[in-house]
């Protein structure tokens, strides 16, 4: 079977920056729907028409990842708005209850990059925004889409793995 929208593929893939350092290595294959929010436009783009065993390498510019890094995201809040035990590598969705800047997006992960006794510095960008990024995939299976992953825009529910949430290894969610 060839790719196309929708199908699901099953995939591993070493995603690097454009400078060789390691961002992920999937070894071990999974499935990701291709038509859905799993993989981005470019790769599904890449992906179209080829099949199992099908072995590529892409570059991926910014804005066809993570997208361009934004300084407008990055501010300062009141240390006295944030848990007790606030730390960098704390992520919030949305500004935290009882910001005071302005204008801020809800629909972003807010990241803690510094913490100090005053105030605390906030971060919306992606942490791989702005960054050139290397995919180097391998497909290993090609099946159709159920009705059910067609519906839910991606494989596996909630618990799914994709390559458009990706983030470095040790980034949780508080």
Not at 36 to 44: A, M, N, Q, R, T
Request: net charge negative; proline share 7%.
């Amino acid at each position: 079977m060839q790719i196309q929208a929708p199908c699901v593929v099953s995939l591993s893939w070493r995603l690097e920056d454009a400078h060789g350092q390691l961002i992920d290595d999937l070894a071990e294959p999974l499935e990701f729907l291709v038509g859905g929010d799993d993989l981005f436009p470019k790769v599904e783009e890449a992906l179209a028409g080829q099949g199992e065993g099908h072995e590529m390498t892409l570059h991926l510019e910014p804005e066809h990842a993570f997208g361009d890094y934004n300084a407008q995201l990055v501010f300062f809040e009141e240390r006295a708005i944030f848990p007790e035990h606030v730390e960098v590598g704390m992520r919030f969705e949305g500004p935290p209850p009882g910001s005071t800047t302005p204008d801020l997006p809800a629909d972003v992960i807010y990241s803690v990059t510094e913490v100090y006794d005053t105030h605390v510095v906030l971060d919306g960008n992606h942490p791989l925004a702005g960054i050139a990024l290397v995919l180097q995939m391998k497909v290993h299976a090609v099946r159709e889409a159920t009705d059910e992953e067609i519906e839910n825009g991606g494989v596996g529910g909630e618990s799914a793995v994709s390559l458009t949430d990706l983030a470095p290894p040790g980034a949780t969610l508080h």
